[in-house]
């Protein structure tokens, strides 16, 4: 119903500072757009499940954040712009994985969207964040 679009994955040293941003636009004829929908971005690490950075509501009103990126992520829409931001700050070598944007109508709770990544609807093909020096 939706295709995204990831951008701005790369490599970038310890401490640094990058951002990714996700493009929604309908399937076919379907009339959806990504402003109906509740937008997340996901990363999985090689050998680890994929697991949920942060959520946000499809007016942005509310989001939700993982503890491990809490005060150095922050996830933002510009609906105008049919577009999702995250901005990744204090980058982390932990922070290295692909990094996916998902999309899902209606959710209970952008914090149960982004715990249970096996129930979301939408996917992108993600984009590569590596972190090192």
């Known amino acids: 119903q939706l295709q995204l679009v990831e951008s701005g994955g790369g490599s970038v040293q310890p401490g640094g500072p990058l951002r990714l941003s996700c493009t929604g636009s309908p399937s076919s004829n379907s009339g959806f757009t990504m402003t109906m929908y509740a937008v997340g971005w996901f990363r999985q690490a090689p050998g680890k499940e994929r697991e949920g950075v942060g959520c946000?509501?499809?007016?942005?009103?509310?989001?939700w954040h993982a503890d491990s990126v809490k005060g150095r992520f922050t996830i933002s829409r510009d609906n105008a712009k049919n577009t999702v931001y995250l901005q990744m700050n204090s980058l982390e070598p932990e922070d290295t994985g692909t990094y996916y944007c998902a999309a899902n109508w209606a959710p209970a709770t952008v914090q149960e969207m982004c715990s249970y990544p096996g129930n979301v609807e939408n996917w992108g093909k993600g984009t590569l964040v590596t972190v090192s020096s």
């Open positions: 946000i509501t499809a007016s942005g009103g509310d989001r």
